[in-house]
């Protein structure tokens, strides 16, 4: 099994839909994060947790929510889907900053 | 807030040639990371190398490494005897050091490999 698994890998949905995608690992780690990735722009962080209590926005958080469930897993709510919010969402976990981070295989996510 | 900036879109290189991918950063701290990534197409991010900025050395990793200039704020990464698997995007990052987390990527540089 991956380190790092993401569910769904793909999803379709439709404008002004709740979607949550989920986030799990087995790696152990603290610190978890949500990226999201558009053609042309690289990856940008929405979130990121240090602990199941501690809840911390990235750049672009707005229109997205957390949950982090325990320190396994950590999921990524859009309340209301708009078409703009198709993207690449990455998960990924983290030991240590030096050590770098351990991403999931990513959800493809189309609102449309 | 820091930036990182990644000039070059996109690169070609002969299979077995060497290839340097260029990535500039903006940050007033002094304590930091430097990460190089790469997403083949089955869009996995893959970790290559890293680089502690409190390091004079520069990193490698077999056929991997870094030129890191501090005072410039630059770390390209060179990738000697190219490989066909080597073709996929490669991502600059940025963490910082102190107690805020997260990575800043540049925006990419799509390596292509010529056989």
């Known amino acids: 099994d991956a380190d790092v698994t993401q569910t769904p890998r793909n999803r379709i949905t439709k404008t002004g839909k709740r979607i949550m995608l989920e986030c799990s690992q087995t790696k152990g780690h603290d610190r978890m994060y949500w990226y999201r990735q558009d053609p042309g722009l690289g990856l940008r962080l929405i979130y990121y947790s240090f602990d199941v209590k501690d809840i911390n926005k990235g750049e672009i958080s707005d229109g997205y929510s957390v949950s982090r469930q325990a320190q396994a897993k950590f999921s990524l709510s859009l309340e209301s889907a708009i078409p703009n919010q198709t993207a690449l969402y990455f998960c990924?976990?983290?030991?240590?900053?030096?050590?770098?981070?351990?991403f999931g295989s990513g959800t493809r996510l189309t609102v449309v | 807030a820091q930036t990182v900036t990644q000039s070059q879109p996109e690169m070609s290189v002969q299979e077995a040639e060497t290839v340097t991918l260029s990535c500039t950063y903006d940050?007033?701290?002094?304590?930091?990371?430097l990460f190089w990534y790469k997403q083949p197409p089955s869009r996995q991010m893959i970790l290559v190398i890293r680089q502690e900025a409190y390091k004079q050395q520069n990193a490698t990793e077999n056929r991997f490494s870094v030129n890191f200039q501090k005072a410039a704020k630059s770390f390209s990464l060179k990738i000697s005897d190219s490989q066909l698997g080597d073709a996929a995007m490669y991502f600059c990052a940025y963490s910082p050091g102190g107690g805020a987390d997260g990575l800043t990527f540049g925006k990419g540089t799509h390596l292509i490999i010529q056989p």
């Open positions: 940050t007033s701290e002094s304590d930091y990371y």
């Open positions: 990924a976990t983290s030991a240590d900053k030096y050590y770098g981070y351990t």
